[in-house]
Nanobody, 121 residues
Framework: QVQLVESGGGLVQAGGSLRLSCVVS????????MGWYRQAPGKQRELVAV??????RYADSVKGRFTISRDNAKNMVYLQMNSLKPEDTAVYYC????????????????WGQGTQVTVSS
């Protein structure tokens, strides 16, 4: 059974940085796309960043500030978050899909339990 476990969340002041990590049990090679989503209180879950066979795409709200990467040898996916803003406060989820065709969350196969990121002003 595949499991995704996130870590690295916490409380940070605006302008600060955090790096989220996601470890994938089983082979990360099974997934041609890995992503990070987030859900703020009272809002729908939204895509933050996705890495698809080496290509990367970001939500407009995080472009230039966040970087997604994956290390296949370590079965890890990362989200480096710089210049954090209070509006980045949310629970961040790691997700994996074997055959990517949509950002729609229902099409993704596996999800982590989430890690809380809180940015104070």
């Amino acid at each position: 059974q595949v499991q995704l476990v996130e870590s690295g969340g916490g409380l940070v002041q605006a302008g600060g940085s955090l790096r989220l990590s996601c470890v994938v049990s089983g082979s990360i090679f099974s997934f041609n796309a890995m992503g990070w989503y987030r859900q703020a209180p009272g809002k729908q879950r939204e895509l933050v960043a996705v890495i698809i066979e080496g290509g990367r795409r970001y939500a407009d709200s995080v472009k230039g500030r966040f970087t997604i990467s994956r290390d296949n040898a370590k079965n890890m996916v990362y989200l480096q978050m710089n210049s954090l803003k209070p509006e980045d406060t949310a629970v961040y989820y790691c997700a994996a899909v074997e055959n990517y065709y949509s950002d729609y969350e229902k099409t993704w196969d596996y999800w982590g339990q989430g890690t809380q990121v809180t940015v104070s002003s």
